[in-house]
């Protein structure tokens, strides 16, 4: 074997890893021993090696029930084929397509937005998924304690302490 890349190998099956993308091109050469003619052949087989693309949907971030989140993916990066397509899966059973898209969420929760972006080659490394986390914030609850009566002038006093955020 000779792999287009300097490397090669005596081995009748081998595995090759490429270090860098490009277009390669694998050479088989098989002998019979002596020095007959016709005791070879060899076969060349063409070999592309590329960088999936990056899908980029944008940094973790925290947000409050209902409240409206943009998601862009235009900062993602082709490889050697533009990126055709852009799929978001918000993490709650929705799912939108294109670069840009908007979104809410109504439940306070955690959520993983996931990106995945397809470019138009027939390259087994044609898509690339990165995920953006989503923290829905439970707004916190204020406890006041008991009512309170008082006559003017008298000192009352006040505990919030019982109040508390579920997620922190």
């Not at 081998?14 to 050479?27: E, K, L, N």
């Not at 996931?114 to 995920?131: A, I, K, M, Q, Y």
């Amino acid at each position: 074997w000779a792999f287009g890349d300097g490397g090669s190998s005596l081995e009748p099956v081998i595995v090759h890893r490429y270090s860098d993308p490009g277009r390669y091109t694998a050479r088989l050469e098989v002998m019979e021993p002596g020095m007959r003619p016709g005791r070879g052949d060899a076969l060349e087989v063409p070999v592309h090696v590329r960088n999936a693309p990056v899908a980029a949907p944008g940094s973790d971030t925290t947000v409050a029930p209902g409240q409206v989140l943009l998601f862009d993916g235009t900062g993602s990066i082709a490889s050697d084929s533009p990126i055709t397509r852009y799929r978001w899966n918000f993490g709650d059973g929705t799912m939108a397509d294109g670069a840009i898209a908007q979104k809410s969420f109504a439940s306070p929760g955690r959520y993983r937005a996931v990106l995945r972006v397809e470019d138009d080659s027939v390259h087994p490394c044609n898509f690339g998924v990165e995920t953006r986390r989503i923290q829905v914030n439970f707004p916190p609850v204020a406890e006041a304690g008991t009512d309170q009566s008082a006559i003017v002038g008298q000192p009352l006093r006040l505990d919030g302490l019982a109040s508390y955020d579920v997620d922190g």
